[in-house]
C-alpha cells in the first residue's frame, strides 16, 4: 500500500520569506512524487515531479522540491514567497507499476503581505 | 480539447436519484482516473482506466458506483440510488502512460445529494 502525509494543514508566511510545506510517503519500490496546487474555486494544478535523478526538482512558478531518500520525504519549497501563492497544496505518491496516485489531504499555504 | 472537461459543474439530486457525471480528456491523454473528494481532505482514488479497460476500480465504495470508457476517450461515472454520504467534487484526471507523467485534472462535479 502506498501512503502520503502532510503533517501542517496550515502554513503563514509572510511575503518574501521563504516558505516550506512538507511531505513523507511510504509506498512499495521506487516512489514516483508529484505537488499540485488548488486555487479557490478553480482544479488541481500539477506543479512539479520527482522521478528519478537530481534530488532537488524545480516545477512552476518558482517552486521546487527536495527528494530524501532516507527521510522518505519529498519537502515543497521557494525562496521567496508571494501573496500569490496562497492556496491549497497536495503531495502525492505513486510506486512503480502503480495505476493511481494516493494523495495526502493537503495544506493550506497561506502568504500575507 | 486543451483541458479536461466536466460535466456538469454542479448536480443536485434527491436522495434516491441515479445520476451520471461525464468526463472529456485530453485528446490522446490514455489514461483516466475518477476521484472523490470530500470536503477539506484529499482526493480518493475511485477507478482507473487505460483506454476502454478499467484496470482498477479497488476505490470504488460500493456497488451503487459504476464507470467505464466505452471507446476509451469520454468517460461515465454513475451513482444509483444516491444517499447523502455520496455528496462532494467528484475529479476526473488524464495522463499519459506511465507512472512518471503527471495528472490533468478537469474542474470537477459538485454533487449534493439532499
Known amino acids: 500500500a502506498q501512503s502520503v502525509a502532510q503533517p501542517e494543514d496550515q502554513v503563514n508566511v509572510a511575503e518574501g520569506n521563504p516558505l516550506t510545506v512538507k511531505c513523507t510517503y511510504s509506498v512499495s519500490g521506487n516512489p514516483y512524487l508529484f505537488w499540485y496546487v488548488q486555487y479557490p474555486n478553480r482544479g488541481l494544478q500539477f506543479l512539479l515531479k520527482?522521478?528519478?535523478?537530481?534530488?532537488l526538482v524545480k516545477g512552476s512558478y518558482g517552486f521546487e522540491a527536495e527528494f530524501n531518500k532516507s527521510q522518505t520525504s519529498f519537502h515543497l519549497k521557494k525562496p521567496s514567497a508571494l501573496v500569490s501563492d496562497s492556496a491549497l497544496y497536495f503531495c502525492a505518491v505513486r510506486g512503480t507499476n502503480a495505476g493511481k496516485s494516493t494523495f495526502g489531504d493537503g495544506t493550506t499555504l497561506t502568504v500575507k503581505p | 480539447g486543451a483541458g479536461v472537461s466536466q460535466s456538469p459543474r454542479y448536480k443536485v439530486a434527491k436522495r434516491g436519484q441515479d445520476v451520471a457525471l461525464r468526463c472529456d480528456p485530453i485528446s490522446g491523454h490514455v489514461s483516466l482516473f475518477w476521484y472523490q473528494q470530500a470536503l477539506g481532505q484529499g482526493p480518493e482514488f475511485l477507478t482507473y482506466f487505460q483506454n476502454e479497460a478499467q484496470l482498477d476500480k479497488s476505490g470504488l465504495p460500493s456497488d451503487r458506483f459504476f464507470a467505464e470508457r466505452p471507446e476509451g476517450s469520454v468517460s461515465t461515472l454513475k451513482i444509483q440510488r444516491t444517499q447523502q454520504e455520496d455528496s462532494a467534487v467528484y475529479l476526473c484526471?488524464?495522463?499519459?502512460?506511465?507512472?512518471?507523467?503527471?495528472?490533468?485534472f478537469g474542474s470537477g462535479t459538485r454533487l449534493t445529494v439532499v
Open positions: 520527482y522521478i528519478t535523478g537530481d534530488n
Open positions: 484526471a488524464s495522463s499519459l502512460a506511465g507512472e512518471y507523467y503527471g495528472y490533468t
